[in-house]
């Protein structure tokens, strides 16, 4: 079935280096995605999200950027924090009230 | 705004009992409520979608029996797992729907119910 995926389960950055997490998606209809951050013990935040009609989308620190012809979504972090280690997840929503995650990617951050 | 509760944060319940969790929707009113299920080191499954005065909408594999799910009002939603046995150990984890202005729907987590069956 269809199914939104990550590449890497793990990533492991510097501080204050930038972060690149990245997602593949394989429903060519979904035309919302969203990435949350999951702390250890809490429930999803969201992040940034992005539609389909975009192909970047800025926030703080945080850039989503979304390549439709290969089904592709990375976030970037930008001046990587020790408080950004997290689980990061991706989701995608094809305006159907339904939402379905990726498996997600850990992100830790050394000092 | 757009905070979502849940309670309890955590429980311990004997294999047999059920246990019940609510979800709130604090500060909007919300007509659907989704429940996830979270096992350690994995992403959230959902268990279901629960639209305000109507039966839950249970996904493949989701005992409707064993969770049992109730959404009285537009602002909260409860989840019973009834007869727990161990393997139902797990964190749940609600989110609230809201239609927003631009024309999609977000989704706002509560922090979790850390479940443990002994």
């Known amino acids: 079935g269809e199914s939104v995926g990550l590449h890497l389960p793990t990533l492991s950055v510097q501080e204050g280096d930038n972060s690149i997490i990245n997602c593949a998606y394989s429903n060519s209809a979904s035309d919302y995605f969203i990435w949350y951050k999951q702390e250890s013990g809490k429930g999803p935040q969201f992040i940034i999200d992005i539609r389909s009609n975009m192909d970047k989308r800025q926030g703080q620190r945080v850039t989503v950027l979304l390549n439709k012809t290969v089904k592709h979504l990375s976030l970037q972090i930008a001046a990587t924090q020790p408080g950004d280690s997290a689980v990061y997840f991706c989701?995608?929503?094809?305006?159907?009230?339904?939402?379905?995650f990726g498996a997600g990617t850990r992100l830790t951050v050394k000092p | 705004g757009a905070v979502v509760s849940q309670h309890p944060s955590w429980v311990i319940c004997k294999s047999g009992t059920s246990v019940k969790i609510e979800c709130r929707s604090l500060?909007?009113?919300?007509?659907?409520m989704f429940w996830y299920r979270q096992f350690p080191k994995q992403s959230l499954m959902l268990m279901a979608t629960?639209?305000?005065?109507?039966?839950?909408?249970?996904e493949q594999g989701v005992e409707k029996d064993k969770f049992l799910i109730n959404h009285a009002s537009l602002t909260l939603s409860t989840l019973t797992v009834t007869s727990a046995h161990p393997e139902d150990s797990s964190f749940y984890i609600c989110?609230?729907?809201?239609?927003?202005?631009?024309?999609?729907?977000?989704?706002?987590f509560g922090p979790g119910t850390r479940l443990t069956v002994t």
């Open positions: 629960s639209n305000e005065g109507s039966k839950a909408t249970y």
């Open positions: 989110s609230a729907s809201l239609h927003a202005n631009r024309g999609y729907y977000e989704q706002y």
């Open positions: 500060d909007f009113q919300a007509t659907t």
């Open positions: 989701a995608e929503n094809n305006n159907n009230n339904d939402m379905r």
